[in-house]
Structures are given as structure tokens and as C-alpha cells.
């Protein structure tokens, strides 16, 4: 059974950073590409970030790009968003994603696997 774990998030300031993390377990194969989605009150899901198995490609939102950066360690099955330069707009739950599809990692629906979500508040 895949479980995919989040952690890491919590109140800070406008200009701080979190680090998110995410821990899979259950996966058969170390091939999955790991993605961050948020969702914020009274908004749809949007894609972050997403990493491919390799670590060789990333991939980020425009609104994020320059601010958060994924990485994953594979030898632990983790996957971690650090967040810099936070604002208030960045306030959403942050759910872990897995796939093993190659294609339209910034949509939802090529997700197989999801996390529960880790909240995340940046004050003003």
C-alpha cells in the first residue's frame, strides 16, 4: 500500500522560509516523479513543483520559480520543498504526489498517488 507522508509546515513570517517534506513508502519502483501541489481556501489545486526519479529534471510554477526549490533522496524515499522569500499568497495545503507518468506533471490527474496535506501559513 503507497503511503505518501507530508511534514514541515506551519506559521511563518512574509520574507521566511519552511521546508516541506514527504515521505513514500509502499512505492514499488524508485521511478516515480514527485510533485508539490497546494490548494488555498476557496481555490482549485495547483501545481508547485515537480522532480523526476533521476533528480535530472525539475520542474516549477512561474509563481514559485526563483523562490522554492524540490529535491528528492532517493536512497531515503523523501522529497522535500524548501520555501524562501515566502508572502501571504504562498498560505495553502501542500500536498506529496507520485507518478509514474512522464507527461503533464502539472496536472493533477496524472498523479496516481497523493499525501494528506501539510498545512502552510504565511502571515503579512
Known amino acids: 500500500q503507497v503511503q505518501l507522508v507530508e511534514s514541515g509546515g506551519g506559521l511563518v513570517q512574509a520574507g521566511g522560509s519552511l521546508r516541506l517534506s514527504c515521505a513514500a513508502t509502499g512505492l514499488t519502483s524508485l521511478r516515480y516523479t514527485m510533485g508539490w501541489f497546494r490548494q488555498a481556501p476557496g481555490k482549485e489545486r495547483e501545481f508547485v513543483a515537480a522532480?523526476?526519479?533521476?533528480?535530472?529534471?525539475?520542474y516549477y510554477a512561474d509563481s514559485v520559480k526563483g523562490r522554492f526549490t524540490i529535491s528528492r533522496d532517493n536512497a531515503k524515499n523523501t522529497v522535500n520543498l524548501q520555501m524562501n522569500s515566502l508572502k501571504p499568497e504562498d498560505t495553502a495545503i501542500y500536498y506529496c504526489a507520485a507518478t509514474s507518468n512522464l507527461m503533464h506533471l502539472d496536472r493533477q490527474f496524472t498523479y496516481n498517488y497523493w499525501g494528506q496535506g501539510t498545512q502552510v501559513t504565511v502571515s503579512s
Open positions: 522532480i523526476a526519479w533521476s533528480r535530472a529534471s525539475t
